[in-house]
Each structure stands twice: as structure tokens, then as C-alpha cells.
């Protein structure tokens, strides 16, 4: 998924279709996981936003408990644990000081597949390594937003992060943004 993800962005730039220096990645769940390894792995994007991610393969693939996902772990990434030098390889949260560009997280407080847990340390690793971010968890959600209002904070607030990083006015006012640090 980094590999064609960064392939994407590639084309988009050679098609002229968009600016390499304002270029971002989002996305939910693996998108999130996706998100944080580009973010990690690759000095290629200069902004992104996890929903609810996942970092640390290990935590995530050692207690699948539903059968939808049961192989997902296994058919992705390795046996686990027979294959845990990969897992730990790949997870963003054993690099945090690879991580590079603008990077915001949001996450369920009681989400259960990606904890808060799964955020956290990136988002402190951030902070740390004096990279612009922002932490917003939300009370009562889970894995994937389901109540309206956050949904749409989410949407707002990550505009609003990006137009903070790209340097452009939102065509809406923002309420409630995040609280960026680094910036």
C-alpha cells in the first residue's frame, strides 16, 4: 500500500495535476496505517491525517478477535508471531523519529480494533521532534466515527490543519479547530 500509494502521488505530480509541495494523505483504519507509514517511511507527502490508525502492527494483529479479520493480519503482513521482525519493521510506531511532515491524528476513545494507544505515541513523537500536529479523540466513539457532528468536525478540522500547513484561507469558518502544536 506505501509503495502504490507513493506511485499515486508520483503521477498526479507528473500530470501536472497537482502542486509536489502541497501534496496530502488521509484515511481511516489501514488507511490510517497507511497514512502513518508514509509519513514514517517516505519523506514524500508533506501533510496527513490518521483516523483512527493503526501504528503498531504487533498490538493490532495479536488479539484479532472477530472472524472478518481473522487472516487479514497473516495474509498482509506475515505469521504472527513466527514473523514478528517484520511486524515490528513495519510499524510506524518503532521508527517515531523517522516521522517527517505535518501529521494529525483523530482518533474514538473507546474504539477497540485501533485504541487510543495506537495514536498516542506518534502524536507525542511528534510533538517531540517539533513536527506540526494535532491530537483530537473523541468520547464515545469507536472504530469509524458513526455521530454526525464529529464526522463533520473531522472533515473541518482536517481542512483547517492543511490550510494551516499549505498557507490558504478555508472557504468556511472553522469551528472548534484543532489544536495544532509546531506550527
Not at 77 to 102: C, F, N, T, W
Not at 107 to 129: E, H, K, R, W
Request: net charge negative.
Amino acid at each position: 500500500a506505501v509503495v502504490s500509494t507513493q506511485s499515486t502521488g508520483e503521477f498526479l505530480v507528473q500530470q501536472g495535476w497537482v502542486d509536489p509541495e502541497k501534496l496530502a494523505i488521509s484515511g481511516g483504519s489501514a488507511g490510517g496505517f497507511t497514512t502513518m507509514a508514509m509519513m514514517t517511511f517516505r519523506n514524500y507527502f508533506k501533510a496527513g491525517v490518521s483516523y483512527y490508525g493503526v501504528s503498531n502492527l504487533e498490538a493490532l494483529c495479536g488479539h484479532v478477535e472477530h472472524k472478518f479479520e481473522l487472516r487479514y493480519c497473516e495474509q498482509m503482513v506475515g505469521r504472527y508471531p513466527q514473523d514478528m521482525p517484520i511486524y515490528k519493521a513495519r510499524s510506524p510506531i518503532h521508527h517515531a523519529e523517522k516521522l517527517s511532515g505535518a501529521i494529525g491524528f483523530f482518533q474514538g476513545s473507546v474504539d477497540m480494533i485501533c485504541p487510543p494507544t495506537q495514536s498516542i505515541p506518534l502524536y507525542d513523537a511528534a510533538v517531540a521532534n517539533g513536527i506540526p500536529t494535532f491530537y483530537v479523540e473523541y468520547e464515545g466513539e469507536g472504530h469509524g466515527f458513526r455521530k454526525a457532528p464529529n464526522i463533520q468536525r473531522c472533515l473541518s478540522n482536517e481542512i483547517y490543519f492543511y490550510s494551516r500547513v499549505f498557507g490558504f484561507e478555508p472557504a468556511d469558518k472553522t469551528e472548534n479547530p484543532p489544536p495544532i502544536v509546531n506550527l
